[in-house]
């Protein structure tokens, strides 16, 4: 359909196709030109052949030589009066560089969008799950395809100012200021056994035999609780879904978490599994339920290393709360009557030997660098969809608030707090896409972001994701005005899951890409997590798939953040933020769109972006054969 | 001579209260019903008994002799007998005359609209040349009463005849010009004409007051002159009765037919539907909608059209587009239905404003806007026909790259068009720059 002045600006270096008859001698005007969110369509269709047709900046004003007919692209043998193209966009390049004092990186090529988005209006999102369903949603915000342009330079302008002051202060660029540390001692485990006591012997853990009783007793909705001690050989051994994975640590002396030092037992971790007294799964959309090798996304920051024990816990909760945020959080606390355990016989250990490795971590802030923010969406819309945060161990419960309680609105913790285990993670549907406890304990983004030399990581902004609209737009705008008094150069906006939580997870980023901030957001979309809704503030986006068909797997963790997902959003906001224009999203999900950003990432860098398996690398579940492979 | 009906809403605005009562005789020009708010004086167009007040109609039984005088309108100022006259639009939309011309124009334009625009329907075009004086008249009057400085006749170039008729008059009118339109379908939409004339694109909420100008019927005017030169009410109505019919399917202009006519009176003095017919339109074949033979002829009626039987789907899949130009939803699946076919999306061209009364208009009528996407829709959805009520240049887009798509295309008009022999809406041949005569002469 014909087009507005706007929507012709925006599509400037789009090729000009008319929209309907234009007769010979007319001045060609954006309403002469038909939309080219639709080409992909026509072309598809066989309509359209957009060979040697010009942009629309280069006919818009010139005069149409030959009547022509609808659909018919704009050549230069029916054009005259060719405006020749404008480089408009190099001139800002070179002013962000120059006033900036350093090289924005990789410059020498743009990075692409790799997600599936919203076209000509019109939103598909496909559900495979046994039978086909497709569903399609009218868009009322502008696609993130059409606002690209749009949106440049804009941020530009946000990028210049700040930066044009720092250039006058050259020495506050080089100078680095530790705000924190946080120091992890690693106490190496071979070996859980039961005992009479809770205690670790060297390299041997021994859980007291009988607590389980205590743990049931502890949680009036829980009814039982077994735990299973899962060594390397035991792998293929099934299990209810998992829950949560959880490190087994704990704050020495009167260390705060995200301070100080925290130990940490290596070679063993928490997994919290359930059902309720009816055999039913404590998960919602999907779940892990299954042998664990098939199950397992090996190596995710929030899933088992390969080779790890698992202190299994299999909580069976009371009836029908399975769904009722009560229950999952019964089972939670059960286990970590367990840990908790292990957390003071850990705290006792005097014996420095038993120190296998020390990691330091320090938050340091550069300031004259571009200032960012990472705004972490996590879920709170209640039922198993919670987090605890800032218990007073890592990864604990005692000191923790629900964000549900907390009504959801933003929490700002510090990049070590996050690395420190201030989330306490209770959300398990979706495995695929859902942020384990673990995930926060390793999060990529965080730990690539702290190190990166050229930005200054100011902090972390948890907000929780509730089931209402109304609230999703309350705590989205309470995350604008934070970010807004932050004076931040950029920010990084990251959600678990897909579907509920993309409408706050949009919203952020409109109230963020609204003050003029460039944003990249990170999420698993692919192919079933496509985007429900969109606005003209998303044009940056890293893609978290990992599996080979786009899709929730209910493999555990198989398409959370990775370290080459952080990797490339890294480059995509400094990109966003030296002005560059990310490019539009292919019309389909189509994951050599990451391929060739992380080739390029690796060319410009010099180092090679390991990516990581997939679910490929397992043995195949009978689940995964019959559902989804 | 059948019973006659005259509906009591015949106009824009709303129904009018009887002023008769059953079993009163009424003469050619009595007063039977007034208007209660905005509306015109309705007419008795015979002698005769009135036989029945319903809620919404007077019926009338007609003497068996009718003499040719009327009841003469009291005398008054020229704005005065046209409102008194119950004169209002006959093109169609029915705003009462009275109300449209009571309007200072400070040296504007009478845009005077021969469009025709409806294919098959010629009352317009017999009316300019037969009745050239009357009707010239008729614009005078309309341009004192609005103290206009200009009147234009917008008439379609290829009735060369009338446009020769017309010229030669207008020689020696000092203010009076023609501009012709090309044979375009909706060169005679309100703000088509003020585009086409005065170079200026009216908002579909806007008036063409906004232009300084009054757009009325080549009826209408004719009316006008009728109520102030000849003391005359408004009770009679220009027709062409068209279609499949006895004796073939070339129209029947009848002049002055008494408002309260059936249908089925106007087909049988035609000569009678021939055979098995689809439907009978009334009005014409983008703007009016399938009747039945009792219907009467109202002050707005312009067309009675025989159709032939319509095409079998047999439950295809159908999508319609829907537009300012022809049909209503409604009267697309009407038809939809009448083809057997199943609806399965529906599509709004982008250009198709919606008004406070439902009412569609388009925002530059005659200008295509794109269709592609609409097309892709439909292919979406499913359908393998499509059904289009666009004007010419729109359907000619439609045709740019639905066929391609492998969507068969329909015009709401096809079967109108096949029953008259008149090209189908499809692709757009002739231009839409039409060359204007010397200084408008």
């Known amino acids: 359909m014909s087009i507005s002045a706007e929507t012709a600006k925006e599509h400037a270096k789009d090729p000009a196709v008319l929209c309907c008859r234009a007769e010979e001698g007319i001045t060609i005007q954006a309403s002469n030109l038909e939309d080219p969110a639709i080409f992909d369509d026509l072309v598809d269709s066989g309509l359209l052949d957009l060979t040697g047709a010009l942009t629309i900046e280069q006919v818009l004003g010139a005069k149409l030589t030959k009547t022509c007919d609808s659909l018919c692209p704009l050549t230069s043998d029916v054009v005259e009066g060719i405006t020749a193209p404008t480089e408009k966009k190099d001139g800002k390049q070179q002013n962000v560089a120059y006033a900036d004092g350093t090289d924005p990186i990789l410059r020498t090529g743009s990075v692409q969008k790799d997600w599936t988005s919203v076209q000509g209006g019109v939103l598909k999102i496909h559900i495979g799950e046994g039978k086909d369903i497709d569903i399609e949603l009218p868009v009322t915000a502008a696609t993130p395809a059409e606002s690209s342009v749009q949106t440049v330079p804009a941020a530009c302008g946000a990028v ?138 090996w ?242 986006m890293v893609d978290n798939n990992k599996s080979e068909s786009g899709i929730e797997n209910e493999v555990l963790a198989c398409n959370t953040l990775c370290t080459e997902d952080a990797l490339r959003a890294l480059v995509m906001l400094k990109n966003a933020m030296a002005g560059e224009e990310v490019k539009k999203p292919e019309k389909k999900w189509n994951p050599n769109v990451k391929s060739s950003n992380v080739e390029l990432i690796s060319n410009v860098t010099g180092k090679p972006v390991e990516l990581v398996k997939n679910e490929q690398s397992l043995p195949m579940s009978k689940k995964r054969k019959e559902k989804y492979d | 001579m059948e019973n006659l009906q005259f509906l009591l809403k015949q106009h824009v605005g709303v129904p009018c209260r009887p002023v008769v009562e059953e079993g009163e005789m009424v003469e050619k020009g ?85 469009a025709e625009c409806e294919p098959g329907l010629c009352h317009n075009i017999r009316q300019i040349e037969e009745q050239t004086d009357m009707t010239i008249e008729g614009a005078r009057i309309c341009k004192e009463i609005t103290k206009a400085s200009k009147v234009i006749f917008a008439i379609k170039a290829k009735n ?168 209503s939803e409604e009267r697309m699946r009407d038809i939809c239905n009448k083809m057997h076919g199943t609806v399965v999306s529906v599509a709004k061209c982008k250009q198709a404003a919606e008004m406070q009364n439902k009412a569609l208009k388009c925002e530059n009528p005659g200008n295509c806007p794109g269709q592609a996407a609409k097309c892709l829709q439909f292919k979406k959805d499913g359908a393998q026909y499509i059904i289009i009520g666009n004007c010419s240049d729109c359907s000619n887009t439609v045709m740019g790259s639905a066929p391609k798509m492998k969507l068969k295309v329909f015009h709401q008009t096809d079967h109108v068009m096949r029953t008259i022999h008149h090209p189908l809406y499809r692709r757009l041949r002739v231009s839409k720059q039409e060359e204007q005569l010397p200084g408008g002469k």
């Open chain 2, 30 to 114: 009595t007063l039977i019903a007034v208007p209660e708010g905005l509306g015109a004086n309705l007419f008795s167009s015979v002698y005769g008994t009135v036989k029945e007040v319903r809620e919404d109609r007077i019926i009338v039984c007609p003497d068996k002799m009718q003499k040719e005088e009327y009841v003469q309108l009291s005398e008054g100022t020229p704005l005065e007998m046209v409102k008194e006259a119950g004169i209002v639009g006959m093109g169609g939309a029915g705003f009462p005359t009275g109300i449209k011309l009571d309007v200072n124009l400070q040296g504007g334009t009478i845009l005077v609209n021969v």
């Open chain 2, 160 to 327: 060369r005849h009338a446009v020769e008729k017309l010229r030669a008059v207008l020689q020696k009118e000092a203010d009076m010009y023609i501009h012709l339109l090309p044979d375009i379908y909706p060169m005679g939409e309100e703000r088509a004409v003020v585009r086409e004339c005065l170079g200026k694109l009216l908002d579909p909420v806007q008036l063409p007051t906004a232009a300084d100008a009054v757009v009325i019927n080549v009826e209408t005017v004719l009316r006008v002159a009728e109520a102030v030169k000849l003391r005359k009410p408004c009770f009679s109505k220009n027709i062409t009765v068209i279609g499949k019919l006895k004796g073939g399917e070339e129209p029947h202009v009848y002049m002055d037919v008494p408002v309260g006519t059936s249908v089925e009176d106007m087909i049988e003095r035609s000569g009678g539907i021939d055979g098995v017919y689809g439907e009978i339109i009334m009005g014409g074949p983008f703007t009016g909608r399938a009747v039945n033979l009792e219907e009467p002829v109202t002050k707005t009626t312009g067309g009675i059209i025989v159709t032939i039987d319509f095409p079998d789907l047999h439950g295809a899949p159908v999508g319609l587009l829907v537009c300012a130009c022809g049909g």
């Open chain 1, 160 to 297: 210049q100012t700040p930066s044009a002051d720092k250039i006058q202060d050259p020495e506050a660029e080089t100078e680095e200021k530790t705000v924190r540390s946080l120091t992890r001692k690693h106490y190496r485990i071979k070996e859980v056994k039961r005992g009479p006591e809770t205690k670790i012997d060297k390299d041997v853990l021994y859980i007291r035999e009988g607590i389980e009783a205590e743990c049931v007793a502890s949680q009036e909705l829980v009814h039982d609780l077994k735990i299973d001690i899962i060594t390397p050989e035991e792998y293929h051994t099934y299990s209810e879904t998992i829950m949560d994975v959880q490190p087994v640590a704990c704050k020495e002396g009167d260390c705060e978490l995200g301070t100080g030092v925290t130990r940490v037992l290596d070679g063993v971790v928490m997994m919290v599994t359930g059902t309720d007294d009816n055999g039913v799964q404590i998960g919602e959309f999907g779940s892990s339920e299954g042998y664990l090798d098939e199950n397992i996304m």
């Open chain 1, 299 to 540: 190596n995710r920051p929030g899933a088992p290393d390969k080779g790890e024990i698992f202190i299994k816990t299999q909580v069976t909760i009371e009836a029908g709360m399975n769904m009722e945020r009560p229950g999952p959080l019964a089972a939670h606390a059960a286990t970590d009557y367990i840990t908790q355990e292990i957390r003071e016989a850990l705290k006792a250990l005097e014996d420095d030997s038993l120190v296998a490795d020390i990691e330091e971590f320090h938050q340091v802030r550069r300031p004259g660098k571009k200032k960012i923010v990472i705004v972490k969406e996590i879920m709170g819309q209640g039922a198993m969809h919670d987090n605890l945060i800032l218990p007073v161990e890592p990864v604990g419960v005692l000191g923790a608030k629900p964000n549900v309680d907390l009504g959801n609105v933003p929490v700002c913790v510090s990049p070590l707090e996050v690395l420190d285990g201030c989330i306490h993670a209770l959300t398990c549907i979706g495995p695929a896409s859902k942020e384990m406890s673990r995930h926060y304990w390793r999060e990529p983004l965080v730990l690539e972001a702290l190190y990166d030399k050229e930005i200054d990581l100011c902090g972390v902004i948890f907000v929780g994701s509730p089931q209402i609209n109304a609230e999703k737009f309350y705590v989205s705008k309470r995350v604008g005005m934070m970010v807004e008094m932050m004076d931040v150069d950029g920010a990084f906006i990251t959600t678990e899951g897909f579907g509920n939580n993309h409408i706050d997870f949009a919203s952020h980023h409109e109230q963020i890409g609204m003050r003029g901030i460039p944003v990249v957001g990170l999420s698993f979309c692919a192919v079933q997590g496509a985007l429900v809704v969109g606005n003209k503030y998303m044009t940056n």
